[in-house]
């Protein structure tokens, strides 16, 4: 099938927890990220959460609280002021409501989100569950437990092929503060045109994808710098 024509207007910023790190949100696999204090599999694996959702419920509960304390930061906001040039989708694999808060209008969890909770049944509908934390017990219409709306370790990510169109047919493809090792997520880097203009704001990543530019660096300063080129070059 031959591939869709790229759009020379349109930008996909990927963006993974470092880019909410100087929001005050830990990461999960760096030094103090939270794969290096709790293992996953206990706490965000679907296995966990059949054996004991008690642990998935307070581990969430917890990120949920960091989230609600926290506030965009100067990546966040230079993402959204593409959106004065740009055509801009963001597809985030954070599960944080910061891409948001910062006034991005078109975003896509692939991991789900904090901010949403459903029952613990395929036919549940996602909705959104305001900032109280989800406790044992407490129940949707139907009966079943509540959890939060999160993509768990041995579930499928969330918009898989909406995600590949975009990077399909993105001009643009700017990755933020992913270590690139959760490889669904990680593997649409590979859709990104060899036309595209494709760079990669991180301290590190497993392994740089090819036709990708690294810039090493702090999201809040490398991101703007980022933007800034781009929207420039659009005047030009
Ligand atoms: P990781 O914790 O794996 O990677 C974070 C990346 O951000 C690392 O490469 C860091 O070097 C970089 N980083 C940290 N602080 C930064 C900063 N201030 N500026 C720029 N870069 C910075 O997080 P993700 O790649 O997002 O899934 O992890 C992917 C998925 O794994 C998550 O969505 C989560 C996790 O398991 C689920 O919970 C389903």
Known sequence: MPKPPVDPNKVVVFSGAGISAESGIDTYRDQDGAWNKVNPE???????????PGNV???????????????????HYAVQKL??????????QNVDDLHERAGSSDILHLHG??????????????????IAPIELGDRDDDGYQLRPHIVLFGEDMLHAEEARQHFLTAGKILVVGTSLSVYSAAGLLKKGRFEADKVIVSFDVQKVPFGYHLVRGKATEMVPVVV????????A
């Open 42 to 52: 206990l706490v965000a694996s679907k296995r966990a959460w059949e054996k004991h």
């Open 57 to 75: 419920l307070s581990f969430f509960n917890e990120r949920q609280k960091a989230v609600i304390a926290a506030q965009p930061n100067a990546a």
């Open 83 to 92: 959106e004065e040039k740009f055509e801009v989708v963001v597809i985030t």
């Open 113 to 130: 989100s904090l901010s949403q909770a459903r029952g613990d049944s395929p036919e549940a509908v996602p909705f959104e569950r305001g």
């Open 228 to 235: 800034d080129d781009w929207l420039a070059r659009a005047d």
